[in-house]
């Protein structure tokens, strides 16, 4: 059980250090005249400053984001043994609700004048296949909240919030990780852009 938190805390201390000490190597491999950027240089303090950043916080990121704040919603709605019958009732609601949804997402879409379809009217490269995953974690985190609700795991819009939160928390550390070897691996493409 401890092995888990101290090996991902072991690679978080890694990917820190690759971070903390990849500026000072491009720059030395820079400076012997190797054919890579240095992140030392104006442009390269630039892309380190503004670029690295916004290329780590990509959309893979915020969907990890949803995915554990999906997990946090249903473990709390989850959470407290409820009475079978009221169990029941929230899975039907829930059920109904995906139904209702999927409908929607139907008639949206498929509507010959879709603007959520590509410009050739396709859903390849269209605005609705881009973004499904983030709408479909956010329709996971909507029932989950509507399950909470009904069984009584979930009593107001504060609780929500923490359940929303919970599976953020949980998972910082490995949110962390994921931003780290996501922010190293963009210093590193950009120093070897001219290899």
């Not at 910082?172 to 950009?190: E, K, M, N, T």
Request: with cysteine.
């Amino acid at each position: 059980m401890r092995f888990r938190p101290l090996l991902l805390s072991r690679l978080i201390c890694v990917c820190l250090a690759i971070a903390i000490a990849l500026p000072f190597i491009s720059w030395l491999t820079w400076s012997f005249g190797l054919p890579v950027a240095s992140l030392f240089e104006p442009e390269g303090l630039l892309w380190l400053c503004v670029g690295s950043i916004s290329q780590s916080f990509n959309a893979y990121f915020f969907i990890c984001v949803m995915f554990s704040s999906a997990l946090g919603v249903w473990q709390r709605a989850l959470s407290h043994p409820t009475i079978a019958d009221i169990r029941r009732r929230a899975v039907i609601a829930c059920v109904l609700t995906a139904i209702f949804m999927l409908a929607v997402a139907s008639f949206a879409v498929f509507r010959p004048d879709s603007p959520l379809l590509s410009i050739n009217g396709t859903l390849a490269n269209s605005p609705f296949s881009r973004g499904f995953v983030p709408f479909f974690l956010l329709s996971v985190i909507e029932l989950g909240a509507l399950f909470g609700f009904i069984v009584g795991n979930i009593r107001s819009l504060d609780s929500l919030v923490d359940a929303i939160v919970h599976g953020v928390r949980k998972y910082a550390a490995w949110l962390l990780f994921f931003f780290l070897v996501s922010f190293d691996y963009s210093c590193i493409a950009y120093v070897l852009q001219d290899w």
